[in-house]
T-cell receptor, first 114, second 114 residues
Framework: AQSVTQLDSQVPVFEEAPVELRCNYSSSVSVYLFWYVQYPNQGLQLLLKYLSGSTLVESINGFEAEFNKSQTSFHLRKPSVHISDTAEYFCAVSLSSNTGKLIFGQGTTLQVKP | GAGVSQSPSNKVTEKGKDVELRCDPISGHTALYWYRQRLGQGLEFLIYFQGNSAPDKSGLPSDRFSAERTGESVSTLTIQRTQQEDSAVYLC????????????FGSGTRLTVV
């Protein structure tokens, strides 16, 4: 069975500082990897995903994540955060056979301080 | 509709009562998912519908939980004889075909069992 571990429940950071939100997964078969974001008082939205090809994937708002198969990780990074990045971030995995079911991590709350 | 619609947005019920939660997916989305998010925890998979295939019920926590979906339309999640540990936000998501395209989430139903 697949599982996802987000190592930090909360990450406080000052505006314009870099940030890394950690995600590790466990699976005996190939997987697809996702990051979802939930802004305050909004629903979850897809931020970025890794399906195949280049191990580095980017979002439109400056986040990036790198798939590391040997370390079974998919950490999310941003070189300079904004106040508006304050949100809860969820890492998720699905089987590459695409049964459609996502398994989510516990979530990491990113708190960006001025 | 334009998004995934869930109703009610909030529900307070007495322990032992039955509740029904409703989800209207995006028109044309063949796959529909229910998740539960307890306070301070990640998303817990409950059930997954894909077209006319048999649903994946592997995440339902007990036989008090059941869900139905007629074709590719509305789904209802029913919890019988509610318990306090059922208190959570119940999230519905839909997608046109599998997790790789990305889920569209509803805003959720916050269930409080008193």
């Amino acid at each position: 069975a697949q599982s996802v571990t987000q190592l930090d429940s909360q990450v406080p950071v000052f505006e314009e500082a870099p940030v890394e939100l950690r995600c590790n997964y466990s699976s005996s078969v190939s997987v697809y990897l996702f990051w979802y974001v939930q802004y305050p008082n909004q629903g979850l939205q897809l931020l970025l995903k890794y399906l195949s090809g280049s191990t580095l994937v980017e979002s439109i708002n400056g986040f990036e994540a790198e798939f590391n198969k040997s370390q079974t990780s998919f950490h999310l990074r941003k070189p300079s955060v904004h106040i508006s990045d304050t949100a809860e971030y969820f890492c998720a995995v699905s089987l590459s056979s695409n049964t459609g079911k996502l398994i989510f991590g516990q979530g990491t709350t990113l708190q960006v301080k001025p | 509709g334009a998004g995934v619609s869930q109703s009610p947005s909030n529900k307070v019920t007495e322990k032992g009562k039955d509740v029904e939660l409703r989800c209207d997916p995006i028109s044309g989305h063949t796959a529909l998912y229910w998740y539960r998010q307890r306070l301070g925890q990640g998303l817990e998979f409950l059930i997954y519908f894909q077209g006319n295939s048999a649903p994946d019920k592997s995440g339902l926590p007990s036989d008090r939980f059941s869900a139905e979906r007629t074709g590719e339309s509305v789904s209802t999640l029913t919890i019988q004889r509610t318990q306090q540990e059922d208190s959570a936000v119940y999230l519905c998501a839909s997608t046109q075909g599998g997790a790789t395209i990305g889920y569209t989430f509803g805003s959720g139903t916050r269930l409080t069992v008193v």
